[in-house]
T-cell receptor, first 113, second 108 residues
């Protein structure tokens, strides 16, 4: 069964540092997403990416966040200057098309200290 | 505002019991998803529904468009079914709006 792979599984970073979360989506999928889940809260949408550009972003996805698909396979989420409140589980997901189910990665737990 | 609400928040049952988790949603949904979140945090997609009923093994998902309501049923529940079950919706676009989840615990 094809998988969405996320690395690292856990990252601890100091406040103010930049972090890059990496995802390898399923190869024939066209839509890519980042979601986050703060401990004890529901999963929230961050950004969707289609045809090499952002198709939608949430209010959470401010100038501190960026996404890239640098080499046609990896899909990265960068947080430029981390804050304590960025501590969360970050999930990458991909989808072959708008009417199909999602495949989620196993998540990256980001802890900002 | 696009909303998805689930009940109950927590559910504890004995092994073998029939389980029902409910989800209601606001107007405008194009597809309803049921997801399972394991204790380690990973999320697995169980079903995507826009009408009717789907079955996979011991899991059954139904949706009633008129009542804006969906249910996830588990027959012959087993301790390995213990997880958080999440209802989420597409509201005319590809992103998902998530419910708060139902924490299911099955006691042997």
């Amino acid at each position: 069964e094809p998988e969405v792979t996320q690395t690292p599984s856990h990252q601890v970073t100091q406040m103010g540092q930049e972090v890059i979360l990496r995802c390898v989506p399923i190869s024939n999928h066209l839509y890519f997403y980042w979601y986050r889940q703060i401990l004890g809260q529901k999963v929230e949408f961050l950004v969707s990416f289609y045809n090499n550009e952002i198709s939608e972003k949430s209010e959470i996805f401010d100038d501190q966040f960026s996404v890239e698909r640098p080499d046609g396979s990896n899909f990265t989420l960068k947080i430029r200057s981390t804050k304590l409140e960025d501590s969360a589980m970050y999930f990458c997901a991909s989808q072959t098309g708008g009417n199909y189910g999602y495949t989620f990665g196993s998540g990256t737990r980001l802890t900002v200290v | 505002k696009n909303e998805v609400e689930q009940s109950p928040q927590n559910l504890t049952a004995q092994e073998g019991e029939f389980i029902t988790i409910n989800c209601s949603y606001s107007v405008g949904i194009s597809a309803l998803h049921w997801l399972q979140q394991h204790p380690g945090g990973g999320i697995v997609s169980l079903f995507m529904l826009s009408s009717g009923k789907k079955k996979h093994g011991r899991l059954i998902a139904t949706i009633n468009i008129q009542e804006k309501h969906s249910s996830l049923h588990i027959t012959a529940s087993h301790p390995r079914d213990s997880a958080v079950y999440i209802c989420a919706g597409n509201f005319g676009n590809e992103k998902l709006t998530f419910g708060t989840g139902t924490r299911l615990t099955i006691i042997p």
